[in-house]
Every structure is written in C-alpha cells, then in structure tokens.
C-alpha cells in the first residue's frame, strides 16, 4: 500500500476561470479533477481544480500568466 | 400557426430549387455540425453555465468554454477569455463604442460603415463626441494615409469595417492598425462580414476589439456573436449591462474581470454550443479552403454579367480585393422589382434595398435607391451563379416573365 495521497484545490473567481485551467492541465497531460469546492472553503463559484501537493509548482508554473489562481490549498 | 404557414408557403419541391444568396444577412444552410450540437446540448446537458456546481451545469459550462476556444484559436487570440458573448455583433459594437467613448473625445471611422457603427457613434455625438468619417473611394476602398491627417489630440479610437457589407471591398485593417497603434489609439474592428470568411488574427493586424456575429460566415444561429477586448482594456471600457454574473455573488457591484464584466444574464447557451460547432467546421475545413471556393464563386458571377448591358455592377472587379459579396443594380428596374423577379421566377434569394448602410451607398452613388445584394456562401455552387447570371440575363433582354416556373 501507498502513502494515503495528499491534495491541494486551486481556487478561481469565476467558472470559466476554472475550465480554462481545466484544458491547460488537460493539453499538458497533468492529471487533475474538477470538483465542487469543499464545504470548509467558502468560494463562490462552486467548483474548483484537485490535484495531489507533488504537483503544484508545475501547476503553478504552467498557470501563471493565464489564469489567475486565487489561491493555492491544502485539503 | 407560423409553422404551418411556412411548409404551406415553401414546398420541399420549393426548397429544392431554391437558391440561397443572402448569406451576408444570415447564412443558410448551417453545417449539419451546427444543427447536431445544438440538439445534443437541448436532449443531454440543458442546464445552466456557470451558474451551478453540479454536473450538467459544468458540462454546459465546458460547452461555452469550448466555443470560446474555437474562436480564440480562429482569431489567433491567445487567452479565450477575452471573448465576452453577446447576442450579435450590434451588441459588440455598441459595448465597444459606448462603453469607451465619453463626450469630448474624438473618434475616427469611414464612410462605409454599418449602422451597427454608425448610429452607436450618431448617438454618441449628440452627447457631445467628436467624429470624423474619413471618405472612401467609389469602390469602397479606404486610403490609410486619409487617416493621419484626421487625428488630434483626443482621438481615443478608429473604428473600422473589415469589409463592406454593401460592396463585399475588403478594407485595409492591418495597415490602418498599424497608424492606429502608432499614435496609440484603440482600433475597433467590426468583423460582421469576415469572421469565417477571410483570415483574422489580432496580433498580426493589431486588433484592440474585434466584434463578430455568429450567424452569419461562422456558422453559428442568430442570437450568437462576440467582442473580443485586448489585454487590459476591459479597465476603460464600461459595460452596457451589468447583473448576475455566477461570480463574485457576496458582491452587489459588477466583477472587473473577463469575461464576466460584460456577461451579465444567463447566456444563450444553445445558440453558443451551435456556434461552437460552426467555428470547428471552419477550423476543419480550413478558412483559406473557404475562402478560395467562396473567391470562385465571386469571380463567376462578376465574369457572367460585368460585360452584360443594362448590368451597373459596384465594387472592384476583382475578386481577390472582395469577399463573396457583390452589388449591382439593372437599369430601367428598381432593386426591389429585380429581388421580387429573382424570387419569384428563379428562386433566387437576395437582398434589395439600402442594407443598412446609407453612408457606404452615398460613397458609391446609389444613395436612396439601394442596390440589389447577392451574397454567396460556402454552400452554394458554380452552377447556381450561372442560373443566375442566366436570370439577370433574362431579366434584361425582358424574357424574365416566360421562365415563370410554377
Ligand atoms: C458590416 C456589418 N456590421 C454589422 C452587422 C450587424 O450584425 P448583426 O445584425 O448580427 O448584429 C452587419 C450585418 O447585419 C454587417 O454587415
């Protein structure tokens, strides 16, 4: 068995913000989920992107300049 | 009630022969593509973009998205949310042009608009803008250097037709961005009659907003169409509507971000998955493949009738200078008696009249009459501009009325 896998979201102002990311990831082959925001995190645009903590400089990166990430969390 | 009247009035056998050249009002057919996406987005998805966090919402979500992407990759646009959606490219303009210009700037646009542009711009002087209409040339064509003179210390933008609905004459946008981003002013394009007929790309011709329709040369229904706002700009130009956006919504000012500022409202999220579509088969077919069969076409119907007499025929000869609309009149008729002989005998539709440009028919002389407009699509064939090349030809010899074919 493996270590249970730790996760961030990724949190956008707006849905279209957050499938814009959402093909980004895709095109780069960066493996992500699109999930409804976590009822202890208060966003209002209802979804947001999930992606296990190994992968979130190249998100980072990869985002920067594109698409502006409110913030970056822990689950 | 409105349906029954139409399949009384066109028959299949009707719609068979009809021949179709008023694209440049609305184009007609639609790629099967079109009418599928629409239909898949009605039965499957349905719900609400942006507004909802469960699936079918996202998946419309995902739908706009895409359609946004498709005409990002057509434009050459680099980040799709650029793009605000409005139901036409009027709409576009009206955001474009009301939402920059204040009393006391000055603006500066040609002689061959639309009065898309032009009553926008007319309303807007009455407030107190300054307007210089630079004059075109017969044909329809604008010199770039005509600009430079008119520009003064408040000139705030150019706004400029890609192409003349009126005369089909390809204006010189690259050239007169080039003037506009020297001097630094925004340039407005209204691209109503060439997204998805010619090439656009908004860097190459230094592009600030680029207004589209979507029913007309993408493909898309009516009710679609979209302005793209270069980087930035989206902090000088107000929106013309605000309201619920799904963003932001602890909030009861507008959000200040792409494309939500201009995107108040639920959007026509059919219309949009049917544009989506339309843009795709452009990208799949290839807009030069477009636009070479649509040149074809042009060039025909000019060879047929250039040398016909009693033709008056406007624009340049050229084809290559022209997108696929062309204005000629018949002497001794009126355009409203040739477009009522054309479809009634000959099936032939098109479009008689001013078509809503009076200053490009002032520029080519044919101010009130109007001209009579045919329009070619990416769907119509050589053969259907030689039936109607035969028409004009019989029109004018008088023979017209023995080709009554029912
Ligand atoms: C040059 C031009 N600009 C703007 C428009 C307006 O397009 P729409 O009626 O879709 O808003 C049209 C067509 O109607 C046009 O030909």
């Known amino acids: 068995m493996t270590e249970p896998e730790e996760y961030y979201v990724a ?40 992606f296990t903590s190994n992968l979130k400089k190249q998100i980072e990166d990869i985002l920067a300049g594109k698409v502006d990430v409110i913030e970056m969390r822990q689950l | 009630m409105i349906y029954e009247t139409a399949q009384k009035t066109i028959s299949d056998d009707a719609l068979m022969k009809t021949i ?78 009301s939402g920059l210009l204040k009393p006391g700037d000055h603006a500066i ?35 770039p250097d005509d600009i430079v003179p008119h520009i003064q210390k408040n000139t705030r933008a150019v706004i400029l037709t890609h192409a003349s609905n009126v005369t089909g004459t390809i204006l010189p946008v690259a050239d007169v961005g080039k003037i506009a981003r020297e001097h630094g002013l ?23 907003l680029l ?19 270069r980087n930035g700009l989206e902090k000088v130009i107000a929106p013309v509507m605000t309201g619920g956006t799904g963003s932001k919504s602890e909030f009861e000012e507008q959000p200040d971000f792409m494309p939500d500022k201009y995107e108040s409202g639920t959007l026509n999220t059919i219309g949009l998955a049917g544009l989506g579509a339309g843009v795709r088969y452009i990208l799949s077919q290839g ?31 050229n084809a290559s200078r022209r997108i696929a609309v ?25 479009r008689p009249g001013l078509h809503c440009a009076p200053s490009a028919h002032k520029t080519i002389g044919t101010f009130p009459a109007g001209t009579n407009r045919f329009s070619f699509g990416y769907f119509n064939t050589v053969d259907q501009v030689q039936s109607a090349i035969e028409a004009i030809h019989q029109l004018i010899s008088g023979k017209g009325s023995y080709a009554r074919n029912h």
Not at chain 2, 129 to 142: A, H, K, T, V
Not at chain 2, 193 to 201: E, F, H, S, V, W
Not at chain 2, 212 to 229: M, N, R
Not at chain 2, 293 to 311: H, I, K, Y
Request: charged share 20%; net charge negative; glycine share 8%.
């Open chain 2, 326 to 350: 062309v204005s000629f009149n018949i002497r001794d008729m009126s355009p409203s008696e040739v477009a009522l002989a054309l479809d009634e005998r000959y099936h032939i539709m098109s």
């Open chain 1, 11 to 50: 949190l956008f102002e707006s849905i279209s913000q957050v499938l814009r990311s959402e093909k980004i990831l895709k095109n780069a082959g960066i493996p992500h989920k699109l999930i409804p925001v976590p009822r202890h995190i208060s966003s209002d645009c209802g979804v947001c992107l999930r």
């Open chain 2, 109 to 143: 646009t040609s002689s061959m608009e639309h009065n898309s542009v032009m009553r926008p711009l007319r309303s807007l002087e009455d407030k107190g803008l300054e307007l210089s209409i630079i004059p075109c040339s017969g044909q329809g064509d604008l010199n």
């Open chain 2, 20 to 97: 179709y050249f008023d694209n440049a009002a609305t184009s007609w057919p639609k790629p099967e593509d079109t009418l599928v996406a629409m239909n898949l987005y009605s039965q499957s998805i349905g719900a609400s973009p942006g507004r909802s966090g469960h699936r079918l919402s996202i998946e419309a979500g995902r739908v706009v998205f895409e359609t946004r992407d498709a005409l990002a990759q057509l434009f050459g646009i680099h980040d799709p949310l650029r793009i605000v959606f409005t139901k036409n490219a009027t709409e576009a303009l009206n955001i474009a042009i």
């Open chain 2, 211 to 229: 207004a589209f329709t979507g029913h007309k040369s993408l493909f898309g229904p009516q009710g679609t169409g979209g302005l793209y706002i």
């Open chain 2, 287 to 317: 807009i030069d493949a477009i636009r070479a069969s649509e040149e074809v076409l042009t060039t025909a119907f000019l060879r047929g009738v250039q040398s016909m007499d009693g033709v008056i025929l406007y624009g340049h000869r």
């Open chain 2, 186 to 208: 925004i340039f407005c394009v209204d691209a109503a009659q060439t997204a998805g007929a010619i090439p656009i790309d908004v860097d190459e011709m230094l592009i600030d």
